[in-house]
Nanobody, 114 residues
């Protein structure tokens, strides 16, 4: 059994920053690829960022230059540093493991006010 638990969401003003965490627990699984997705009200879930174990990362165009995905492999935790937040970043943010995603967290709400 694998559990992914997101935390760090909250309410922030436009231009502010938040750091999300995704902690993994349970049985051992492949740590090669981890990602972040988000889903805004009335919209479909969309890709945000992905991290490979070798250090490579990739981002959606909408967040490139503002968001940074990182890992602490010893803690089995993935982070999403979000800077220069915009109201359109408001969504529930989910972490996922493996490609295609096999395990999902329950999500953490991020709300950015104007």
């Amino acid at each position: 059994q694998v559990q992914l638990v997101e935390s760090g969401g909250g309410l922030v003003q436009a231009g502010g920053s938040l750091r999300l965490s995704c902690a993994a627990s349970g049985r051992t699984f492949s740590w090669k690829v981890m990602g972040w997705f988000r889903q805004a009200p009335g919209k479909e879930r969309e890709f945000v960022a992905i991290s490979w174990s070798g250090g490579s990362t990739s981002y959606a165009d909408s967040v490139k230059g503002r968001f940074t995905i990182s890992r602490d492999n010893a803690k089995k935790t993935v982070y999403l540093q979000m800077n220069s937040l915009k109201p359109e970043d408001t969504a529930v943010y989910y972490c996922a493991a493996n490609n295609p995603p096999q395990y999902w967290g329950q999500g953490t709400q991020v709300t950015v006010s104007s």
